[in-house]
């Protein structure tokens, strides 16, 4: 008598079934949206009190993608949508039709170095090479917009990389920078669960000069360490200039309304090289950085 192996599933697949679904004779019952499958039906979905299940879905879709695709950490890379590429900060500002837009122009010129430093850094960070396990470790992660963001996906793109675009539905028309590796560029609607993947899979995060995301996202972090609710890792700031002029942070410890320690979360820094070896000298002094204990909070 031969083995019988019993199948794996006695169920049809969620694929099947919707399939199937799409072949029912048209009657008024069936053409009602009442009779819609569940996870078919956008209308459904789209409600108010299905908020929750949209939440649960977006956190869900790209941990179960990223994780198929062996990610296990990430450098983050946050930093303005406005900086030019040295290729472009000339037509940025001979587009300029006022000594105003003219002077703005001549600011975000000065800051297309950080444009170079981002791509630079993204490269150094594509070279980790993949773990025993095969698992890689700081894959490039941007917003996947254009500037730093694309800069980001770029440096990777120069090394052969794959890399990370988390993107967000915006009022006005935002895609993805071309940069993005197709298969791991996903969309968000809430800013709360694209800033949980930002920080689920950092072992470091890159912050460049940049407006209110950018000022979001690293007092977030900021305050997500100093509460206790992830562990520290590397932060590195670029532009101290920039960053002392929009913040006094040495005025909030002498205020008293952050410890002096506080001060030492961030790692200043001007060149991709230097930073780079600072995350080496981070990780190789305390523990690994393909250590992923949650970093969520949860």
Not at 12 to 17: C, L, V
Not at 50 to 65: D, I, N
Request: charged share 25%; proline share 6%.
């Amino acid at each position: 008598m031969t083995n019988f192996i019993p199948p794996e599933r006695i169920f049809p697949t969620s694929r099947r079934d919707a399939r199937a679904a799409s072949h029912v004779p048209s009657s008024p019952q069936t053409e009602s949206a009442a009779y819609r499958l569940a996870f078919q039906d956008t209308d459904f979905l789209l409600r108010e009190d299905l908020r929750p299940v949209r939440f649960q879905l977006e956190l869900l879709k790209p941990e179960l993608l990223l994780e198929e695709a062996n990610i296990a950490s990430t450098l983050v890379f946050y930093g303005s949508a406005r900086i030019p590429s040295p290729e472009l900060a000339e037509t940025l500002v001979a587009s300029a039709t006022t000594n105003e837009q003219r002077a703005v122009a001549e600011r975000l010129k000065a800051k297309a170095r950080y444009y170079d430093a981002a791509r630079q850094l993204a490269r150094l960070a594509s070279r980790t090479p993949v773990d025993e396990a095969g698992n890689r470790h700081f894959v490039v992660c941007s917003g996947g917009g254009p500037s730093i963001m694309e800069a980001a996906n770029r440096g990777a793109a120069d090394e052969g990389a794959e890399s990370i675009g988390l993107n967000i539905v915006l009022p006005h028309e935002q895609l993805p920078n071309p940069y993005v590796t197709p298969e791991l560029s996903f969309q968000f609607h809430y800013f709360a669960l694209r800033k949980m993947h930002f920080l689920i899979r950092a072992r470091a995060v890159a912050v460049f000069p940049g407006g209110y995301g950018t000022f979001d996202e690293m007092f977030e972090l900021l305050t997500l360490i100093q509460t206790g609710k992830v562990r520290p890792l590397p932060i590195l700031l670029f532009g101290r200039d920039f960053w002392t002029r929009m913040v006094n942070f040495q005025g909030l410890a002498d205020e008293g309304v952050i410890a002096r320690e506080d001060l030492e979360l961030i790692y200043w820094a001007e060149d991709a090289e230097e930073a780079w070896e600072h995350v080496q000298r981070f990780y190789a002094e305390r523990d690994q950085p393909g250590d992923t204990t949650d970093t969520d909070g949860s």
